[in-house]
C-alpha cells in the first residue's frame, strides 16, 4: 500500500485552506454531475466532502459505496451546506472493495430487522445510530472508572471459572474443568467481599454470566456488571454511591454525547435525588391500584410494569423480605425479617440490586443452611471471615440496561456488541 493517512477528518478545519491532506474512511454517498465527481467520506471521527475531476473523478466513481478509500487532495471551501470545507481529490486508492449487495445498509435507509443487524454487527456499527449506541458506552464506563477511583475504589479483575455457586447454584452455566466441576461466575460477590479485607473499597467491571432461558429484551446470558464492595459501609452508604454515581453518569453522557444522543433523538438531563420506596410502600401501592400482591412475596415483573407505569424515573425499593434476598444478604436489627437491602428501578427495570452483607462467621453459615445450601461448599469463604472480616455493603449494576436507559432503547441487545441469549451464540 502506497497511501498512507495524514489526518483524521475532525482534524480537518478550513482553517488549512489549500493543505494537501490524506484522509482514510468509507464512501457513504457518489453523485456524478458531468465532469465532476461528488462522494460523502467517513471515518471514525466524522464525514467529509470530496470532489473529484479529471481522472481522479473516474476513480472516486468507480470505488464503490461503502469501500474502504484512501484519498489525496488540497482542503478547500465549499458551497455546501452544514460543511465548511471540502477536499479537491487528485488520487483515490481503494484498499478494501464492497462486494455488493452488503446483507444490512450501514446508512440506514433500508431498514433491517434486530437480528439481521446483530448476524452482521461489524458493518451494522457502520451506522451512525448503532455507533451512537457504543459511543455512549464508552463515555458511561470511562466515567464509571473515573468516579469510582476519585472515591478511593481499587479495580480487580476476579475469576470467571469458579468451583463453586457465588449465589447459591441457581441459573448456572456448568462445565468440566479438567475432569472436575466448574462453573461460569454469575457474579463476583464471593470474591469482592473477600478483597474488602485488605483492599478496604474495590470495585469490577466485567462479564458475567447466567443460564436463564428468558426471551425478554432485558435479559442476557452473558452481561456486563459493575460491582462495588467497601469496608465499614452500610447499606444507606453504597445507595449514596449508586446514586451519585449513576447521576454523575448520566451528566457526563448528557454533556459528551450530545451528537450521539441527537442521533438517537433522545435526550438526557440530571433526574435529581432518586425516590425512594420500601418494599410495603410497594405493597400498598400496588394493592390500591387493584394489584393481587401478597406480602412476603416477590414483586413479579407484571407487579413492576404497573408500579414503573406510576414511576417513570429512577427509584429505590427498599426493605426487601430477608427470604428473598441471597444467603450473605443482611437482616436489619429492629427486624431481621427485613433485609438490609435495595434494587435501584428505572420504572420497570431493574438496574441495581445490592445491600449490606452479613460479615460474622458463624451468622452467615447459618444463613447459608438456613437457605438449603452446605456451608463445607462454602468453606474457603467462610474462612475468610475469620481473619478480621470488616462489617461490608456493596451493590451490582447492570451496564447494558443503563446503557440502555440513556440511550432510549427498548432492547438491551442494542446496546451489546455481540450479545447472547437462548437463541444466539453466533456471530
Known amino acids: 500500500m502506497t497511501w498512507k493517512r ?16 490524506s484522509l482514510g474512511g468509507w464512501i457513504e454517498d ?22 473529484a475531476k479529471g481522472d481522479a473523478a473516474g476513480g472516486v466513481a468507480g470505488a464503490g459505496r461503502q469501500s474502504a478509500v484512501g484519498i489525496t487532495g488540497t482542503i478547500q471551501g465549499t458551497r455546501a451546506r452544514g460543511l465548511e470545507y471540502e477536499v479537491l481529490v487528485s488520487s483515490i486508492e481503494v484498499l478494501g472493495r464492497a462486494e455488493h449487495p452488503l446483507p444490512v445498509d450501514p446508512i440506514g435507509r433500508q431498514g433491517s430487522n434486530i437480528d439481521t443487524r446483530l448476524d452482521h454487527r461489524a458493518l451494522d456499527m457502520r451506522n451512525q445510530r448503532t455507533a451512537a449506541i457504543f459511543r455512549i458506552r464508552h463515555r458511561a464506563l470511562q466515567y464509571a472508572r473515573r468516579h469510582l477511583d476519585s472515591a478511593r475504589y481499587t479495580e480487580i479483575t476476579t475469576p470467571k471459572i ?8 441457581a441459573d448456572l452455566f456448568s462445565m468440566d474443568y479438567f475432569g472436575k466441576s466448574a462453573y461460569l461466575a454469575q457474579s463476583p460477590q464471593l470474591y469482592k467481599e473477600q478483597m474488602t479485607l485488605g483492599l478496604g473499597r474495590v470495585f469490577e467491571i466485567a462479564s458475567f454470566y447466567r443460564a436463564e432461558k428468558s426471551h425478554t429484551g432485558r435479559h442476557l446470558s452473558e452481561f456486563t456488571s459493575v460491582d462495588i464492595e467497601g469496608a465499614f459501609m452500610d447499606c444507606g452508604d453504597v445507595m449514596a454511591e449508586l446514586e451519585s454515581l449513576v447521576r454523575g453518569m448520566i451528566t457526563h453522557v448528557a454533556g459528551s454525547c450530545a451528537a450521539e444522543l441527537g442521533e438517537l433523538g433522545t435526550g438526557l438531563r440530571d433526574p435529581g435525588p432518586f425516590e425512594r420506596l420500601t418494599y410495603k410502600d410497594c405493597v400498598r401501592e400496588l394493592r390500591g391500584m387493584g394489584e393481587d400482591v401478597e406480602e412476603g412475596g416477590d414483586l413479579l415483573d407484571s407487579h413492576l410494569r404497573v408500579l414503573g407505569g406510576a414511576h417513570p424515573g429512577y427509584y429505590f425499593i427498599t426493605g426487601w423480605p430477608t427470604d428473598l434476598k441471597p444467603f450473605y444478604i443482611m437482616g436489619s436489627e429492629a427486624d431481621p425479617a427485613v433485609s438490609e437491602s435495595f434494587d435501584l428501578q428505572h420504572g420497570h427495570l431493574e438496574l441495581s440490586s445490592g445491600g449490606t452483607r452479613i460479615h460474622r462467621r458463624e451468622d452467615l453459615a447459618g444463613r447459608l443452611a438456613a437457605k438449603g445450601l452446605d456451608p463445607a461448599q462454602f468453606g474457603p469463604h467462610l474462612e475468610s471471615f475469620g481473619w478480621g472480616m470488616p462489617p461490608h455493603s456493596g451493590w451490582g449494576l447492570g451496564l447494558d440496561r443503563l446503557v440502555a436507559v440513556l440511550a432510549g432503547l427498548d432492547n438491551v441487545r442494542e446496546a451489546v456488541l455481540y450479545p447472547r441469549d437462548p437463541d444466539r451464540l453466533t456471530p
Open 6 to 21: 495524514s489526518h483524521d477528518i475532525a482534524d480537518v478545519s478550513i482553517g488549512m485552506e489549500g493543505k494537501e491532506v
Open 30 to 51: 457518489v453523485r456524478v454531475m458531468g465532469k465532476v465527481t461528488f462522494a460523502t467520506l467517513r471515518d471514525h471521527t466524522g464525514m467529509a466532502q470530496a470532489v
Open 162 to 169: 469458579i468451583g463453586s455457586a457465588s449465589e447459591g447454584g
